[in-house]
């Protein structure tokens, strides 16, 4: 006897080009093709975890709620999606209810706050480069040139230098300067 | 690491990382060639410093070549460790336990070891956090770099500061994000486990070339330490908060 065959499409979780961790309370994705690391909260998770692209969203927030062990709501799964598609760790970004569950940001942000564990936390890692030392540009060009460090430059700050730059001699100055 | 002229090796040898060791082998993985300039009759030789086929510099100035050589060094053995993950942090002992304090150069870590290490706490970097897979922290043995108002940095020994030097590996107790702010009062928050890692990822070297690697030793130091982001004024009264949370 054959199973029945879904033929739905619902949110997919993206698979490809990541590598998961999970944590006791999180779940922390690296996203290998755009070098973002997130760190995703318990229901967030918990709806990631869910999206098999067969479950309805309905589907989806009751499997989070049994996975979590506290009731996740529809409303908390739409939330959710919304923001696991604008970190791309779905297949497809989902489109929001055409009613309209949540008629401004504000109201989205409001029901998340009163939600909660539905953040999805993301950052962009560093180059080796950017996670070096860095030299501050002032500091760069307050050297001798004989004491040029050949550090990079420092891209933020202050008096910021810019990228791919490093502390050394330039042409004939005194002093030295962060250039390419 | 090979030269044109021996006259130069002591200088370099001075700048090699702590625990380097002579390789007798034939096949390296990282190649270091410097060509030692200088006057030579009329001529003016530059000093060419290669990293395999990569040019890093090419001055007249001796002493710029070698600064360019020990930062290109300490890059290299942070990126290409087999064994161990380097994040940017400054790091101390206290009772047993390693104090991360991760950060971007100019937030502030070297201060805030040096405030420490005056309170009684072991030195074991202003630079690096080097971990093993297991999630302990080693020591980064070099002089703190302090900088002054015109952000010239002076190198100081951990013992003018009134610290020791840590010497065995230490499990993390607390990970503490303190950027400077003038005027700011140390009110940290509670991070949470995968918050942390985030915070500590942003400053790992390799974060992009091992991410599955990063990741897995980080989740393990931030598994049994306590983390905390905020934002600190004076490095003494961070310095005692910090040493009174790790107990």
């Known amino acids: 006897m054959s199973r029945p065959v879904k033929n739905r499409t619902g949110p997919r979780q993206r698979r490809d080009g990541l590598v998961v961790q999970e944590l006791p309370e999180e779940t922390l994705v690296y996203d290998l093709e755009r070098h973002k690391a997130h760190c995703l909260e318990v229901v967030a998770a918990a709806v990631w975890e869910a999206c098999d692209g067969e479950r309805t969203v309905g589907e989806i927030a009751a499997r989070a709620t049994k996975r979590i062990g506290r009731r996740v709501p529809d409303d908390a799964a739409w939330l959710a999606l919304r923001r696991l598609g604008r970190a791309r760790l779905l297949e497809a970004p989902v489109a929001a209810p055409v009613a309209g569950r949540f008629t401004s940001r504000r109201d989205w942000l409001k029901k998340a706050a009163l939600f909660g564990g539905l953040s999805v936390l993301s950052i962009t890692a560093p180059t080796a480069a950017q996670a070096a030392t860095c030299v501050a540009q002032t500091a760069c060009q307050a050297l001798q040139n004989r004491f040029c460090t050949g550090a990079p430059c420092c891209t933020t700050g202050p008096n910021p230098a810019p990228p791919g730059t490093s502390c050394k001699k330039v042409g004939n100055q005194n002093n030295c300067s962060c250039a390419p | ?247």
Not at chain 2, 151 to 176: C, D, K, N, Y
């Open chain 2, 1 to 247: 690491m090979r030269v044109t002229d021996r006259s130069v090796l002591d200088e370099i040898v001075a700048r090699l990382p702590a625990g380097w060791r002579r390789q007798p082998r034939p096949l390296v993985d990282h190649l270091v060639s410097f060509v030692v300039g200088g006057d030579a009759g009329a001529v003016r030789r530059f000093h060419l410093l290669y990293a395999d086929a990569r040019r890093l510099v090419r001055t007249t100035e001796r002493h710029e070549a070698l600064a360019v050589l020990e930062n290109h060094l300490t890059q290299a053995v942070a990126e290409m460790a087999p064994r161990r993950l380097f994040v940017h942090a400054g790091v101390v002992g206290w009772n047993g336990q390693a104090i991360l304090v991760p950060g971007a150069s100019h937030a502030g870590k070297s201060t805030l070891v040096a405030a420490l290490l005056a309170a009684g706490a072991t030195y074991y970097s202003d630079e690096f956090a080097v971990l093993d897979p297991q999630g302990r922290v080693h020591p980064f043995p070099r002089p703190i770099r302090l900088r002054d108002a015109r952000e010239i940095a002076t190198s100081l020994e951990p013992e003018q500061l009134g610290g020791r030097r840590g010497l065995g590996p230490l499990p993390v107790g607390l990970v503490a994000v303190a950027r400077y702010d003038e005027g700011a009062r140390w009110r940290p928050a509670r991070l949470t486990a995968g918050r942390a890692v985030l915070e500590l990822l942003s400053n790992t070297i390799v974060a992009r070339s091992h991410p599955a690697a990063a990741m897995a030793t980080l989740g393990r130091v931030v598994s049994r330490a306590a983390s905390f982001k905020g934002r600190r004024g004076e490095a003494r009264e961070a310095a005692a908060w910090l040493l009174e949370a790790v107990g």
